[in-house]
């Protein structure tokens, strides 16, 4: 069986979260680009999950060859973090992320499947949680003519082609069964992804990612030109007024609360 | 190409309108009117019982249905074959659909059927001279950014139709003339098929009116019962960060967030949670938000209109015991 996880790299997110929070966030003279050197890259959280996710199924018992491809200038390191994981073979197609959306990136990773003879899953994160906009799965889905499953946090074989999905959905659970090919996108509560060794990321460090370029891949009609473009990225200022209640104990502080929520009628 | 700008719905919603209808189109009205577009909307399968007085309140000119019957329930190759018919006869400039669970799905693939653009999480909308510009939330909610359609005719926007208010315009109602709109879905073949249906019994976090949330900052799982306390004090419901669900204090279906629920009550407490944009997505639309923390630069102070600093396990059993009258 072959799978290929698609994996983004992007800022951590916790980091810009708390630069935010400090209202110290920069952004660059381009009026978009978050620019602060001190934020680290890594691998997409619910990528890091997909991976984790061919990992199970692999430990499971499925025979299956792992690919781990990457849309971006430089991400060798987390490429790498992606072998020591367990993943068989990693890409990067070279490619700033910056200067494409959603279908160009979509465009890219469906013309790396098809250069690879197709796939029998394709897993992604549900979402990148940089930009949140979470289309590339669906599209990979139409270009590369695959249903698409979301939001999973339980993927297994029934049977050498149907996978059976539990996907997080606002009623609960809902289970599903897809035939291969497909493409599934992995949720947050998916669980933990596995830390490999030590001995497994010194190994890793050796491995170079195949570097596949855009003039390498058959794009389709549109040639993957991106159909929307970024044009500003800001930090909207948040305009609270919190008025501190006190108290000379807890009581008396949560007294003046309930007293002051009665009074504007929000409680009873 | 259409000089128009669609609404999209196909869900029940509840009580008579789909979810998050009346919010697209008072974001789909203000942008027909500055941008001169026809607002039509487009109701596939069974129509709730007010989408007709809805649409003629919001100056809809076009409702469209598809009423096949294979519409019936939520299925999504059928709905993305018959919005992406919809979409090859009536060329709509921009399709509005509001950003549900299953619309996250919908919304990329139609727009990939239809040779479009496409644009999730979106707060604003306008057409600036020929410029479609949509502003939308990103990294969790921390930052806002501009989309522009540069490269194809039309887009497809998902609407976070959950943080907006409706907001019905005073006159400028029409009448608007229905169109049945005829598509043939006799060669689609659902290709995910359904073993176990999502079932959900009980009160829904995204109605209740009363929430009390809790985070990290309680400590550890049995604390949470203060929490849980205060909520049935307050007859409301309780709820949580997803760091707390995550460690299992709490059933998923009690996140708050960008990938939890998205909820709008009366009140919103917020315990021992910090204040990260991501939670915060998800009760910013509460009409009073109280904090309590032990950190006074706590983040969650900015968007509060009460706060105590302090620790939310002495603080919250005296609210409870204030509430009931103790």
């Known amino acids: 069986m072959k799978i290929v996880i698609c994996a983004k790299q992007v800022l951590d997110p916790d980091a810009v979260d708390n630069y935010v929070l400090v209202g110290k966030l920069e952004i660059g003279d381009d009026g978009k680009t978050l620019t602060q050197k001190s934020i680290p890259r890594l691998m997409n959280g619910y990528d890091e999950q997909a991976i984790e996710c061919a990992l199970r199924l692999r430990d499971g018992g499925v025979d299956c060859k792992i690919h781990v491809v990457s849309l971006a200038t430089d991400p060798t390191k987390m490429l790498q973090h992606a072998v020591a994981m367990g993943a068989d073979e990693v890409a990067t197609i070279p490619v700033d992320t910056g200067t494409v959306d959603g279908y160009a990136t979509a465009s890219l990773l469906a013309g790396f499947v098809k250069s690879l003879g197709g796939a029998d899953l394709v897993l992604c994160g549900r979402q990148a949680s940089d930009g949140d906009q979470a289309v590339v799965p669906a599209l990979l889905g139409e270009m590369l003519e695959m249903p698409v499953v979301t939001i999973a946090r339980a993927v297994e074989m029934v049977d050498g082609s149907t996978v059976r999905i539990t996907r997080v959905t606002p009623d609960g659970d809902e289970i599903v069964e897809v035939s291969c090919p497909a493409v599934i996108t992995i949720s947050n509560e998916f669980g933990a992804p596995r830390y490999p060794t030590g001995m497994r990321t010194m190994k890793a460090r050796k491995v170079k990612p195949q570097q596949v370029t855009p003039d390498s891949l058959s794009l389709g009609e549109g040639g993957g030109q991106p159909r929307v473009t970024m044009t500003r990225q800001f930090v909207e200022p948040i305009t609270g007024s919190c008025e501190f209640l006190q108290g000379d104990s807890p009581a008396a502080a949560a007294q003046n609360l309930v007293k002051r929520l009665r009074d504007e009628r929000v409680i009873e | ?116 653009g496409v644009v999730m999480n979106a707060l604003e909308l306008a057409v600036e001279g020929r410029t479609v510009k949509v502003t939308a939330s990103a990294y969790g909610g921390d930052t806002r950014v501009v989309y522009e359609l540069t490269g194809a005719e039309s887009c497809v926007v998902g609407v976070l139709a959950d943080m907006l208010l409706a907001d019905a315009p005073q006159g400028g109602a029409s009448e608007p003339a229905v169109r049945q709109v005829s598509v043939d879905l006799g060669a689609v073949e659902e290709r995910v098929r359904v073993i176990q249906k999502a079932h959900f019994e009980g ?16 400590g550890e799982k049995k604390n949470f019962q203060l929490i849980e306390d205060l909520a049935q004090a307050l007859g409301g419901m309780a709820a949580a960060s997803r760091p707390v669900v995550e460690n299992g204090w709490i059933d998923s279906s009690r996140q708050v967030g960008l990938t939890g629920k998205i909820t709008r009550p ?61």
């Open chain 2, 266 to 326: 009366v009140l919103y407490l917020g315990a021992g949670i910090a204040g990260a944009s991501q939670h915060m997505v998800g009760c910013t639309a509460a009409k009073t938000i109280v904090a309590i923390n032990k950190d006074p630069d706590a983040a969650i102070f900015k968007y509060a209109r009460y706060g105590i600093v302090g620790d939310a396990m002495e603080i919250l059993p005296e609210i409870t015991k204030a509430v009931k009258g103790a």
């Open chain 2, 1 to 116: 190409m259409s000089n128009s700008v669609v609404v999209c719905t196909w869900d029940q919603g509840r009580e008579g309108l789909p979810a998050g209808a009346e919010e697209t189109l008072t974001l789909a009205r203000n942008l027909a009117a500055s941008a001169g577009l026809e607002l039509n909307w487009l109701v596939a399968g069974p129509a709730p019982d007010r989408v007709p007085e809805i649409a003629g309140k919001y100056g809809v000119v076009h409702l469209d249905r598809i009423e096949d019957s294979k519409l019936a329930d939520f299925q999504p190759d059928v709905c993305v074959e018959a919005l992406a018919q919809y979409c090859e006869e009536h060329a709509p400039k921009l399709v509005l659909i509001p950003q549900t669970f299953d619309a996250r799905l919908v919304a990329p693939r139609l727009a990939a059927r239809a040779g479009a």
């Open chain 2, 203 to 218: 009160p829904r976090l995204e109605e209740a009116q009363v929430i009390v949330a809790g985070g990290m900052g309680l």
